[in-house]
């Protein structure tokens, strides 16, 4: 198969993604299709059918056809902001989810929204958030981990679900070795300065590295005093 290096991408096609000889002109001789392409949508124009103005076709909004739209996308906008039908005020309204009749000022502002708001109230728009954020996402040995406590887990430590996922499959402490239970919940060791995750520990444990501020010869000295006679 015969290959061809194109000046515009440096990289090498073959022969096919070029065009024939018989329509080749110098410099598209030496632009694959996909270059080629690329440089004429950015120097095409085209006509607008509202403002009658020559304007670039990148100007103008692809149809599911993969035609583009006889009006520019500046005309389309301007269409639609004046002949969007205004909402009718409204005073109150019911909320799909507790049914009752509320003042507006009971409701987010939505601006998506026909009415300008929220369907549902305040009250009701914060407890299906709260429930969101109880929602459990794994369990971990001592029992469910919500989605809240994950993500915060994940942003703070910089780990992805996949690695939350192994760091919480650790059954014991890494220094008491006892088991985590309902009133032993792991805590995620991490290192101070460099932020990388050394392991899972429980409270205890890792206050003790936190009050001994992850200096090994100040363990070192306590490990002494315990063993003095």
């Known amino acids: 198969m015969e290959i061809k290096h194109c000046i515009r991408c440096d990289q090498d096609h073959p022969l096919k993604e070029f065009l024939t000889p018989e329509h080749r002109q110098k410099r598209q001789s030496q632009l694959c299709r ?17 403002c009658h103005q020559t304007l670039p076709v990148k100007d103008f909004t692809v149809k599911a056809s993969g035609k583009r739209t006889s009006w520019c996308r500046s005309c389309a906008a301007t269409y639609q902001r004046e002949h969007r039908p205004c ?7 019911i909320c799909r989810l507790c049914h009752q009749d509320l003042d507006i000022g009971d409701f987010f502002h939505r601006t998506s929204s026909p009415d300008g708001h929220t369907s549902c109230c305040k009250v009701c728009h914060a407890q299906k958030v709260r429930s969101a954020k109880n ?3 794994l369990y971990a040995p001592w029992g469910a981990v919500s989605i809240h406590t994950a993500t915060r887990w994940m942003a703070l430590h910089h780990v992805t679900y ?6 919480l499959k650790q059954k014991k402490c890494a220094i008491c070795r006892q088991d985590f239970q309902k009133d032993r919940v792991g805590q995620i060791d991490h290192d101070h300065k460099t932020g990388q995750v050394r392991g899972l520990l429980c409270l205890h444990c890792n ?21 003095k006679p």
């Open 162 to 167: 996949a690695e939350l996922v192994d760091i």
């Open 135 to 137: 929602k459990v996402l």
């Open 34 to 50: 996909f270059c080629l392409e690329t440089d004429q949508a950015a120097t095409a124009v085209k006509d607008c059918s509202k």
């Open 87 to 93: 909402p009718v005020p409204v005073l109150r309204k």
């Open 207 to 227: 206050l003790l590295l936190g009050h001994a501020k992850d200096q090994p010869n100040i363990l070192r000295a306590a490990l002494t005093y315990l063993e």
